[in-house]
């Protein structure tokens, strides 16, 4: 079965590499990107089989880009996954915005991340 | 001009305090009997390295500057009165390094030209960590956007402004991690590598920055990578795992490069790194490994711990022992051998 390719966007890098770590130990490929515009072009570059996306980033929040990813043809299918940490939003996966746009993630995770509850939620995904 | 080199970011504990000691190797609670004294006070180690060479153990051990007290008192209850080097600062950790030795090249030359810095450094799988002097802390931060760029950070005023209140989280985080038998994201661990000890003045930090750079140009990975405290003044040890097959031009790049350093070779030595939840901010998880490996007899050449990681050197001949010992008191859900040269 050919690697699957996660990529993991969060602009806290020890947090990107604490992720990766976990995942790589079970032998997903992953990408690395510290913002949500970052996150954006490693997507164009390459088409992952599932984004864990962070909410609060400089340039373009995770609430953003999940929301652009769903509202494009071409990436819509691809699962993603938010992170939610300590004293942000309530853990939920859609998110309304103030101009109204919606976001509507596939699944969530909550700071601090669990190991198994990561596993569970990205194989139910891929 | 060389453009900068694209990295995640890096991160800075500040109030630490930074202690280095040397002990005979005949002291036979050095090193795992003591680290069991600090996690026995519930003290957090959120830097350590340690190294043997000529029969004697070198360690820069960090603590929170609300530990230090604690800890100097417990040295001397248990070690004796004895000479410790020690110094209040903060550790600097750059994100990612993907065991790239020019990563490592670069920071020491950053760090060099700040006079006497770093005090000491150690690379984990995922971050290089420097301790620094508190009063050349904003220093550092301000030459780091030299030569490397940190995503969307352009300047250090942005990124001091977006750690803003990220260390409260942060600490909340490191908190909620609990449990009996720790868990570790993954072992892994690397055969056919040589330890190699330098011996160096510590204003030649920075042609040990160019050597690295050009071990970079030979495709060499850096499996290890720590600091060690010497006796002499302005002295300084380096400890590095290089493949065992490149051996003759790595050591051809030292001799022209550092003609002046003494070095000590180790061969057929292996590395493993364990990477687990907050490794560097949970007392008793270096005791509890040392502990293990002294359970089977292993003979530890060096160690370090930083951000989530515990790194060690030990001879290749030891390593099944020692995995099925971490195995033991860790929970490991996957052994990685990797293979030289692979990042």
Redesign the interface.
Known sequence: MAQKYILVVD????L???V???L???GFEVG?A??G??GEESIKERRPDLVILDIM???KDGYVLCAELKASEETRDIPVVLLT???EAVPTTSYTHADGMSTEADDYIA??ID?EGLFEVVTGLI | MKSPTRLGGFKILKDVVWISLIQPKKNFIFPTAFSSFIAEEGINVPFMTCGEQNLAWGLNLVVEAGDAKKTSNLIEKKLGKINLSTAKGAILSIFPHRSKPEIIGTLLDVLGKLGGQPIAFANSPSAISAVLREDVVNEATNALFDPFEFGPYRTPADWKLAQKGKEKLYKEVIASYQEKKPKVYGLEWQDEQTLIHIKLDRVHLSKMGTALKHFAQLGLVLTFFISRPSKEKNKGNLFFCLPESNRHNYIGIIQELLPEASTIEDHSVATFSMNGPHFGDRYGIISELLTALNGVQVDLLGLSCSIHSITGVLPASQAQPAIRAIQGCFEVPSVIKKTTNQP
């Open positions: 602009d806290d890098p020890d990107v590499e604490t990766a770590m976990m790589e130990s079970k690395r510290y913002d515009v970052e980033m400089p340039r940490a300590v004293g700071k601090p190991t």
